[in-house]
């Protein structure tokens, strides 16, 4: 069992920056993919960014490429998503999720924490 908890969201205005914490509960976690999804009113849940238990691959939805970054802390079972340039299409609930496979489909991931508001204003 993993407990995730989500924290950094916020209000933001066009063009600014955040950075999203995921803190998890028991050692497991750094065996486990960790990835990134958001939701916004009225829309699907969609993939934003995911980590490999090592950190040392990534991968990012294309609308977040280069404006995102995903990192662990493995010492201190959190991963990070920083965002920068935010435009208000990315108002979101900014989800975590750990699984066990590498895969953008939000149905892979087992645990989930309990979401962070991203609200970007024009």
């Known amino acids: 069992q993993v407990q995730l908890v989500e924290s950094g969201g916020g209000l933001v205005q066009t063009g600014g920056s955040l950075r999203l914490s995921c803190a998890a509960s028991?050692?497991?976690?750094?065996?486990?993919?960790t990835g990134w999804f958001r939701q916004a009113p009225g829309k699907e849940r969609e993939f934003v960014a995911g980590?490999?238990?090592?950190?040392?691959?990534?991968a990012y939805a294309d609308s977040m490429k280069g404006r995102s970054t995903i990192y662990r802390d493995n010492a201190k079972i959190t991963v990070y998503l920083q965002m920068n340039s935010l435009k208000p299409e990315d108002t979101a609930v900014y989800y975590c999720?750990?699984?066990?496979?590498?895969?953008?489909?939000?149905?892979?991931?087992?645990?989930w924490g309990q979401g962070t508001q991203v609200t970007v204003s024009s």
């Open positions: 999720a750990v699984g066990s496979r590498f895969k953008r489909d939000y149905s892979n991931y087992d645990y």
């Open positions: 028991g050692r497991t976690f750094t065996s486990y993919v």
């Open positions: 980590i490999s238990p090592s950190g040392g691959t990534t």
